[in-house]
């Protein structure tokens, strides 16, 4: 028997237990697979193109998403939620949207990829110029940094609200507030906090929010978007069809339509409505209250094991679910690997996207493993976790 003593453990072992929910979140809530079900079942026509009663369903849809993002997220108007293919292009498409040659960016060193490579490669084609603020040990960034940086020619400060490597929260209401004072828009990357920390557009200074459908919002990939409070010019990245105008060889200038060129992905989005339903009835702030009960205890388990390493703030207030460790003497890849071969528990080794935050932790060479908890995850899987953890240690060890 494989885990003699432990019979509470056989289950996990047997179905696995899913802790990489800051890559994607698994399992979606049963209204979300139902909600797209249905859709293909029952609707599953384009919306914004025809004149027949399910298109007109179908236009409904998407505008209820729209307005229920927007009260997701304190925004009160729906046309300004843009949908795009997830957050990387929503980043993407803003950054190049809005940077000229010449103009400077104010972000940190501890952005994903979706940020950073953007900016490097228009730093690179455009001659724009980057200043990273220093992150302090634990991973926070200090606003007066910001504000510090700021030169003539900032035209943009662009900071993820969590990180998905350790989890921390930056202090986006401070640091919105500074950009505010000082006219630049700022963007938030809120890939790794929308539906898992409550986001207000209003009091936390945000000019734009992107954000990805697929992780806490709890919709399928290919979802995601932007929420556009700022009146500054964006030139649209892709040209196509919108369903109207179809004349103008031009895209509209009219946001959500200049930005939304082809079919949109009404599968996802349907996805997507029964998603923020689901959150506007759960309400964020329970979510996020049960996953620091589980972030805390994992993190007070984590810590007490000898050959574990914990990196970031290590304090439950303060981060979402994204855990970093290293285990003593065991290659981060292999360790995962081990997870779960040995365990079936699901991980994600390596350096996470994040490349410039896993310098500063050191781990760039031999990555961390990072442990997703999500708003299913219980105490009783950290329990799991921590056998196994403690199984690697003596036998690897040995
Ligand atoms: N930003 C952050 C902070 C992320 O964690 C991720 C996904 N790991 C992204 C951007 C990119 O998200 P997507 O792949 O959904 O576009």
Redesign the pocket.
Known sequence: MMFKGYPQFENFYKNGVYLDN??TSYPKPQCVIKSINDYILYNGVSSSRGAYKKAMEADYMVYETRKWIGELFNHKKPSDIVFTS???EA?NGIMCGMLKEGDHVVTSSIE?N??WRCLKTLERDRNISITNVEITKEGITNPNDVEKNIQQNTKLIVF?HAS?VIGTIQPIREIGAIAKQHGIPFLV?A??SAGMLPIDMEDDNISILAF?G?KGLLAPSGT?GFVLNWDGDIKAWKSGGTGGNSADPYMSEITPNKYEAGTMNMVGISGLHASIRYLLDVGVDKIHNNEKEVIAYALEKLESIDGIRVFGTKDPEKMVGSIAITIDGIDSGKGGSLLDKKYNIMVRSGIH?APMLHKIMGTDKNGAIRIGIGYTTTKEEIDYLIYALEELLKGELA
């Open positions: 800051a890559a997830g957050i990387t980043l994903h979706a940020v993820n998905n990357d890939a790794q990805t697929h995601g996207c």
